[in-house]
């Protein structure tokens, strides 16, 4: 028989509270306590842009080992993002009657880039063996360490500043948004990786990663930029509620 504490730990080590303690907390601040002025949660957003997730990647690019990648991997993500760029451009080319380049990058980043560390290639440490000296690592490492933690709080300022009633109100763009994510994005990675030869268990792996749930670190930058925030916000939110059993059935199916 499965305890209370047994469901707190399966509970605990599959659902990122953390993430949604900052991102309620955020949201509470504004809608409910008035602490932050729109000017103030536009800069709060800023340094998150600017400062704490440039900071994370490089955090974790730099410590990064080439030498332990697949290449073949790399190549399919590479070319499942080309793919993607052709495909959402001639939809858009053609259902819009014009090149929207603000749709392309928004569907780029619902189609091709899961909640996962983004790929890159390493600056110092993987490459030459170099170690940063002590004082500018540690100032690296104080603000990248809250890099994701502030991305929610800044997603949670967000929603609470929007002129609707709720922030996750399902629309059709959001359904969209959801199958370009959850079908879309594996499909492709599915045959970009055949297309490398990629087989076994490397080929599971890069369709699972496809499917999880949207990154949080797009909508950022959607919300610097100006670009389809509110998809991107929403895209989130319900990427985390139904993330984890859509990647579950795509490990399950993969396993027949």
């Known amino acids: 028989m499965i305890s209370s504490k047994d469901v707190y730990h399966v509970v605990a080590a599959t659902i990122p509270f953390p993430l949604y303690v900052a991102m309620i907390l955020a949201y509470t601040s504004v809608k409910w306590w008035k602490l932050f002025t729109p000017e103030q949660c536009g800069g709060i957003n800023k ?37 993607a760029i052709v495909l959402i451009g001639v939809v858009t080319r053609f259902w819009f009657r014009g090149w929207r380049l603000s749709l392309v990058i928004t569907g780029l980043s619902l189609s091709t880039l899961p909640n996962t560390l983004i790929i890159g290639v390493p600056v110092l440490k993987a490459m030459w ?6 004082v500018i ?16 709080f800044s997603l949670g ?26 079908v879309a994005g594996p499909a492709l990675m599915a045959l970009s990786s055949v297309v490398v030869g990629l087989r076994g268990t490397v080929l599971r792996v890069a369709i699972v990663q496809a499917a999880l749930p ?35 059935a795509y490990y399950s199916l993969l396993a027949l």
């Open 47 to 83: 340094f998150v842009a600017k400062f704490s997730i440039p900071l994370l990647s490089f955090n974790i690019i730099s410590a990064n080992n080439p030498y332990n990648m697949s290449p073949r991997l790399l190549l399919s993500d590479f070319v499942q993002k080309l793919l």
């Open 129 to 134: 063996g170099l170690k940063l000296p002590v």
């Open 137 to 152: 690592d540690n100032s690296i490492m104080i603000l990248a360490t809250g890099g994701l933690g502030m991305a929610m």
């Open 157 to 182: 300022l967000f929603m609470a500043s929007r002129a609707t009633a709720t922030a996750c109100r399902i629309r059709m763009v959001d359904v969209a948004a959801m199958a370009m994510k959850f």
């Open 214 to 248: 949207q990154g949080i670190v797009p909508f950022v930058f959607a919300k610097e930029y100006n670009v389809h925030p509110d998809v991107l916000s929403t895209s989130v939110i319900i990427g985390m509620l139904i993330g984890l059993p859509i990647s579950l």
